[in-house]
């Protein structure tokens, strides 16, 4: 603001005027400063983590790539040995790539890798041209642009059980009166001048993860199709598409924790170190929203242990209805808002142990009444939740209050030792988790769907290995989270993660909610 003013010529409204507006100008500056402050100090935040992680990548790449270069000290078998080269070449692969994200961000260029040459791809396999032609060949100066010659790049296509090539043509077009060239940018792809198309990419990612066939037999499938793609090749798109889901996998994760009812499970997974004789166990944590919520998703988390800071970690700030087994590692979460739902299918399991084993008349009752209650879901299957819950109230609470005061009685005739009453100690103990399914129609009376969604795991868990680090089994969590999510709400997870894959190079954060299963509409 100029000050050449004649203060003695202001009256004294002119002089308020003026210290108001002076006023506002050194406020605005000083905002200006704060705000020029707090950017500097999160631009410093920023480079003093990116530098970290950098290191802690550095570090890990180096531990990874001593294995893959001194494999003579391994002492384990060759399937075994073939499973930990391909986790760890799919984590050099993933850690690369995030470097040079970070290299990217701090402002620096990224070292440039040493490349391959690319093989042709094979002569016999059929060609379809794809053409990217400018939108218009006028040039600015009112000529007609004159087509000059193309470049060509082909990429590797597959569709189930035969291989193609897809021949990108980008026409190039010049103004002869200017001098301009005018030629199609090419597209973005989540593997920058890879040849793998994305319905490649997702082929590989579902025949491992879904179909459970590790990278060396997928090799020798594609041999006999007449194409040669090395495991190196293979896990190094793994390892790619990998960290390319992460922030699809924790927007799924936020819309999963946004539910007030979830489902929760684990189950150990096999992960060997690199140098390491022996595998030890691991687990892989599943969180789903109930089957008949509007949101369907599940997501999984892979952690080194089965203590219950893993659980702890994941629903961290979540309150609500989790449905579980009696595992000690959710009891921590159940003081912190969380609220404890049993799972009537455990309880039954007890009563059918008893009942197979040693003739029982407990176990036959006891068996007869959880009975009614899954006949009495069975009816409120397509039911709306408020309906659900009249009907729990009318016919599901009487049979429950006549189950639990007989428990009672019967326990009071009973041996402690005995494995009738450690039978009726399970379900009673658990008495007041078991029945709270009654106050909420949305709830469901077990954690069997939780269980079903698991299962993959453990179909797969003989022909997974994981390295050392998270890394390889998050990545397996990542691409199972999505393949699965996809297959509950009803889509084909090849064509699912085709299209994601195509649309992710370009995604900004706010279109990932519209990427994610529960949300997805095919451009086709």
């Known amino acids: 603001m100029s000050m050449d003013i004649d203060l003695k010529s202001l009256n004294e409204s002119q002089l308020r005027d003026l210290s108001s507006r002076l006023l506002d100008e050194l406020n605005r500056k000083q905002n200006d400063e704060e705000r020029y402050q707090n950017e500097i100090v999160k631009r410093d935040n920023t480079i003093a983590h990116l530098s970290l992680r950098n290191e802690q990548l550095t570090h890990e790449l180096a531990i990874l790539k001593r294995h893959k270069f001194d494999r003579s000290s391994e002492q384990t078998g060759s399937t075994q040995l073939r499973l930990l080269d391909e986790a760890v070449n799919e984590d050099v692969s993933a850690i690369e790539l995030e470097l040079e994200q970070n290299t990217r961000d701090l402002g620096q260029q990224p070292r440039t890798k040493q490349v391959a040459k690319r093989q042709a791809l094979p002569t016999h396999l ?33 569709e189930p059980g035969q291989f ?9 077009w010049a103004c002869r009166r200017c001098e301009t060239v005018v030629q199609k940018p090419v597209d973005a792809h989540v593997i920058d001048k890879g040849i793998p198309t994305t319905n490649l990419l ?8 879904a179909d459970h066939q590790p990278l060396y037999r997928q090799q020798q499938i594609y041999q006999r199709a007449g194409v040669d793609l090395p495991r190196t090749t293979l896990s190094e798109w793994v390892g790619r598409c990998g960290y390319e889901i992460t922030p699809l ?31 030890k166990k691991a687990y892989v944590w599943a969180y789903a929203t109930p089957s008949w919520c509007a949101t369907q998703a599940v997501v999984y988390d892979f952690q080194p242990s089965r203590a219950g800071e893993s659980s702890r970690l994941f629903l961290e700030g979540w ?19 969380m609220s404890e739902v049993a799972c009537w299918a455990h309880a039954r399991r007890k009563f059918h142990e008893l009942q197979v084993n040693h003739a029982s008349p407990i ?7 959880i009975g009614t209650l899954y006949a009495i879901e069975r009816e409120a299957a397509d039911l709306s939740p408020d309906e659900r819950y009249a009907l729990r109230q009318t016919q599901a609470k009487p049979v ?5 005061d007989w428990l009672i009685r019967e326990r009071e005739d009973l041996p402690d030792s005995g494995r009738s009453a450690r039978a009726i100690d399970y379900t009673l103990k658990r008495w007041l988790a078991l029945k709270r399914y009654l106050d909420d129609g949305a709830i469901p009376i077990d954690n069997n769907w939780i269980e079903n969604q698991i299962r993959p795991w453990a179909l797969g868990r003989k022909n997974w290995l994981f390295a050392g680090s998270l890394r390889s089994g998050q990545r397996a969590a990542n691409v199972m989270t999505l393949i699965q999510s996809a297959k509950i709400n009803g889509l084909d997870p090849q064509r699912y993660l085709k299209e994601v894959l195509e649309r992710l190079p370009t995604a900004k954060q706010s279109d990932l909610e519209g990427l994610l299963p529960h949300n997805w509409r095919s451009r086709v």
């Open 363 to 369: 176990a036959d009752k006891a068996m007869g009444l």
């Open 319 to 337: 309150q609500g209805h989790l449905v579980c087994d009696d595992y000690t590692g959710y009891k921590a979460g159940f003081g912190l808002g």
């Open 202 to 209: 997702a082929q590989v990612l579902v025949s491992k993860y």
């Open 249 to 279: 996998v924790e927007a799924l994760r936020a819309s999963l924790l946004a539910q007030p009812i979830l489902h929760a499970d684990e189950t150990p997974v096999n992960m060997l170190e690199p140098g390491s004789k022996k595998a």
């Open 164 to 172: 193609s090539v897809e021949q990108h043509v980008r026409s190039k």
């Open 400 to 404: 429950l209050e006549r189950l639990h």
């Open 126 to 158: 059929p060609r379809k041209i794809v053409r990217h032609d400018p939108e218009s060949t006028e040039c600015r100066c009112g000529c007609q642009m004159v087509h000059i010659g193309d470049d060509i790049s082909e990429k590797l296509d597959y």
